[in-house]
């Protein structure tokens, strides 16, 4: 373990394996006609993630397994779509070990990744908290690969309609809110909620494992 790296994201970003699966992982999502999950999606989870446990005053360690976790979540798609949260855990796995991370730090972003698309979800961990939370922010139409055909797919139509999404931690009021803005011409409000509902329980149940209250706004109005 000498020559192991520091854990940090720009070096983690540098490794030829995180580099090739997640190229990997985004050119299977486009051959099965899924949104964009390309490093904007990683780079984007991972700080999210990070910025929660941030501004929550998570210790630094959690911050950067966060980060860390956030980047590498999606990876497990190269494989294939089912699954992909588990196998992403365990390829993770032979990556961190170029890292100087113990074993312990290891498993908690294996435990992030490998829960990240769960629905009946017990949540135990932070890390993993933020992580749930952060890859459901993630909603824009940046993500639609194909705007022509945004009528035929309500996944698409949806992310494409949302014009703007912002997730803001408040410490204070111990709230966890997401936030936005929703073009109601390309998509009804309840077209957000047929695909988001169990997402949004889930981040109500990862939210509530950090101290905190989820809340959801669509056009300044409160729905969750
Ligand atoms: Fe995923
Ligand atoms: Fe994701």
Known sequence: MSSSLALDLEKLKQHTKVNLYIEGADKYLDAIGYTEHNVRHATKVSEIASYILKELNYPEK???LASAAGYLHDIGNF??????DQLGAILSKDILDDFDISTEDAVRIMGAIGIHEAEEVGIHDPVSAAILIAD????HRGRVRNPSMVSYDIHDRVNYAATESRLIVDIKEKTITLYLTIDTALSQVIEYFEIFLSRMIVCRKAASALGCEFQLFINKTRLA
């Open 62 to 64: 959690d911050v950067i």
């Open 136 to 139: 459901k922010a993630d909603v």
């Open 79 to 84: 494989l294939g779509r089912q699954n992909h």
